[in-house]
């Protein structure tokens, strides 16, 4: 006996709604990525001839800027990380376990051990 063919439902209402959503919201995002892009390309144009005029005082300011905000962006990073490594170290002095601190304790028995064979 053949097993009847398989009936297709209508879509709900609410799938309807979500596709038409979706739908819609892909438009208006595509439209305003080409409006974006239109722009860009206008101002980069208008633009080329002032920046090849003023070339002279804004590639050393360029320079001067991005070398400031990678100094100021590195600082922070070392500040961060020195302050963590503080914390891990005092969490681990202070007996807490912290993260980790299983590895220094095998670390630690290594090195003991090889210096005790070199010793004798």
């Known amino acids: 006996m053949a097993d009847p063919a398989p009936t297709r439902s209508a879509p709900k209402t609410g799938q309807a709604a979500r596709v038409i959503t979706a739908a819609t919201m892909v438009t208006v995002l595509l439209g ?5 892009l239109t722009v ?18 804004l590639v050393p300011a360029a320079v001067v800027v ?3 905000t990678i100094g100021l962006v590195m600082s922070g990073g070392f500040g961060v990380t020195a302050l963590s490594g503080l914390a891990w170290f005092y969490r681990y002095a202070s007996g807490r ?24």
């Open 97 to 120: 376990r912290p993260v980790g601190s299983d590895r220094v304790d095998v670390a630690r028995a290594r090195v003991g051990d090889y210096g005790w064979h070199v010793r004798s």
């Open 66 to 68: 991005f070398l400031s």
């Open 32 to 36: 305003l990525s080409g409006l974006t």
């Open 40 to 57: 860009t390309v206008v101002s980069l144009v208008l633009a080329t001839p002032l920046l090849f005029l003023f070339s002279p005082v």
